[in-house]
């Protein structure tokens, strides 16, 4: 018989707050929207409800409302044989992008204002871990240290439903990120522009964050469409060239 005691390894996060998921439902759906975001669903992983609820020891209806909320949200599509992460076509990724160019850098630059000494403290922890994974050419753990930095100014955000849009829709282009970081002009892009926003927030400078901001998606946007052209990538802080494909 099944136990619906499942408890996720780490609280989940919105806003200001840190917060416990009051069902077995966000539970588990906190879980698998974790997986989604570290790369370990990956594009050909089929999800089956049974399959899942047989492994986390938990009844099969909590799991199917967790992958359906998780439709609803975007990270997932269902078919027939169960729930797999969306297929983006080059349009859907330019539609994202675009959504978060109006969203983030003015809710970037309204958490600044909100940061703690403790935020702060972990902004540059964070802007560490991603130099060393840097210099030890590992791209996995540079790509989580860009997530932990973007979830960092999130919890800074007073508006939780803002950041949580904003986190759903660059949890979305999740594979979008690990498909350029290969590249070591595209990892040298991604350091500079950390290093430029890390200083910014200690600061509390809203402003150069909502600037600096804008810059850095406008720059993960012109890498990805760069590397489906196969364009040389440029150092520094010029920006790749923006390529149709």
């Known amino acids: 018989?099944?136990?619906?005691?499942?408890?996720?390894?780490?609280?989940?996060?919105?806003?200001?707050?840190?917060?416990?998921?009051?069902?077995?439902?966000?539970?588990?759906?906190?879980?698998l929207r974790r997986q989604i975001q570290h790369g370990e669903i990956g594009p050909d992983d089929r999800l089956v409800d049974v399959e899942i609820a047989n492994r986390l020891g938990?009844?099969?209806?909590?799991v199917r409302e967790a992958l359906l909320q998780l439709v609803n949200e975007g990270y997932l599509v269902g078919t027939t044989r169960g729930f797999v992460l969306p297929k983006l076509s080059l349009e859907d990724i330019r539609d994202i992008f675009q959504v978060r160019k109006l969203l983030e850098p003015r809710a970037a630059a309204s958490?600044?204002?909100h940061l703690s000494d403790d935020d702060a403290d972990t902004l540059r922890a964070t802007l560490e871990r991603a130099r060393r994974a840097y210099a030890a050419r590992d791209i996995d753990e540079l790509a989580l240290a860009n997530m932990q930095f973007r979830q960092t100014w999130l919890n800074a955000q007073p508006n939780w439903r803002l950041a949580d849009t904003i986190s759903r829709f660059a949890d979305q282009v999740q594979t979008v990120?690990?498909?350029?970081?290969?590249?070591?002009?595209i990892q040298d892009?991604?350091?500079?522009?950390l290093t430029r926003l890390v200083k910014a927030f200690v600061r509390r400078d809203a402003e150069a964050v909502e600037k600096l901001t804008a810059d850095f998606i406008d720059q993960g946007e012109a890498c990805f469409f760069a590397v489906r052209a196969g364009t040389p990538m440029t150092n520094g802080r010029d920006k790749p060239a923006r390529q149709a494909t």
Request: hydrophobic content about 30%; overall charge positive; charged content about 30%.
């Open 111 to 113: 958490a600044a204002h």
């Open 177 to 185: 990120r690990l498909s350029t970081l290969h590249d070591r002009t």
């Open 58 to 62: 938990v009844s099969r209806m909590p």
């Open 1 to 31: 018989m099944h136990s619906d005691k499942f408890q996720p390894d780490k609280p989940y996060v919105r806003g200001p707050r840190t917060l416990r998921p009051n069902s077995l439902r966000e539970q588990i759906r906190e879980n």
């Open 189 to 193: 892009i991604v350091i500079d522009g």
